[in-house]
């Protein structure tokens, strides 16, 4: 599995900006599709995810300005963030769970994007 990102760039704080993560190859009917970031000297976090059922999950800073959406048919997540702030500036990297269900242990594979970077001007 690959996952293409795209959709960073510069904006001005209180601007918008919209990610989207296509993932290449199978990623099953069990899976968990998110986005994650990482500042500058600070550790990678979570931004938001969403599973193939549409549960979704979110970072409390972003929490009322993020959302997160998929299109199943075409394996592709979606982060749309509003009212952006110097803050969130951060690389942003895509990230699917796969949950292969067996009968005694599920069996788990995690894929990473590369990273598209978000920058957002004072």
């Known amino acids: 599995v690959q996952l293409q990102a795209c959709g960073g760039g510069l904006v001005q704080a209180g601007g918008s900006l919209r990610l989207s993560c296509t993932a290449s190859g199978s990623i099953g009917s069990t899976n968990v599709m998110g986005w994650y970031r990482q500042a500058p000297g600070k550790q990678r976090d979570l931004v938001a995810t969403i599973s193939n059922s549409g549960s979704t999950n979110f970072a409390d800073s972003v929490k009322g300005r993020f959302a997160i959406s998929r299109d199943n048919a075409k394996n592709t997540v979606y982060l749309q963030m509003n009212s952006l702030k110097p803050e969130d500036t951060a690389v942003y990297y895509c990230?699917?769970?796969?949950?292969?269900?067996?009968?005694?242990?599920?069996?788990?594979?995690?894929?990473w994007g590369q990273g598209t970077l978000v920058t957002v001007s004072s």
């Open positions: 990230h699917v769970r796969v949950i292969i269900v067996q009968a005694i242990v599920d069996r788990v594979y995690e894929y």
